[in-house]
């Protein structure tokens, strides 16, 4: 079993930036793809990023391609998403997402992630 918590959401003015932390237990961490995923008021929970087990590779919605920014550091057993140019039609609830992975193949969509964080909020004001 992986446990997922999400830090670092809260309330930010339009153009600016928070960067949102995501600590997994477990020790095979490494072997896992993480990705992003949000869900706005009154809308259905949406791809942000991915990132695979290495780091190497990274996709994202285009709705947030160079603005937002996942990493990991498995050192730490954390991902990260840096988010920059804050919108406010970024306001919703991110969560991080897990899966058990040994190849660099994306995982776009929720239903292939095995394991959540509960969400942290994320207000952008205009």
């Known amino acids: 079993q992986v446990q997922l918590v999400e830090s670092g959401g809260g309330l930010v003015q339009a153009g600016g930036s928070l960067r949102l932390s995501c600590a997994a237990s477990?020790?095979?961490?490494?072997?896992?793809?993480m990705g992003w995923f949000r869900q706005g008021p009154g809308k259905e929970r949406e791809f942000v990023a991915t990132?695979?087990?290495?780091?190497?590779?990274?996709n994202y919605a285009d709705s947030v391609k160079g603005r937002f920014t996942i990493s990991r550091d498995n050192a730490k057993n954390t991902v990260y998403l840096q988010m920059n140019s804050l919108k406010p039609e970024d306001t919703a609830v991110y969560a991080c997402?897990?899966?058990?992975?040994?190849?660099?193949?994306?995982?776009?969509?929720?239903?292939?992630?095995?394991?959540w964080g509960q969400g942290t909020q994320v207000t952008v004001s205009s």
């Open positions: 997402a897990g899966r058990q992975s040994f190849t660099s193949s994306p995982y776009l969509d929720a239903w292939e992630y095995d394991y």
């Open positions: 990132i695979n087990w290495s780091g190497s590779r990274t």
């Open positions: 477990g020790r095979t961490f490494s072997w896992y793809a």
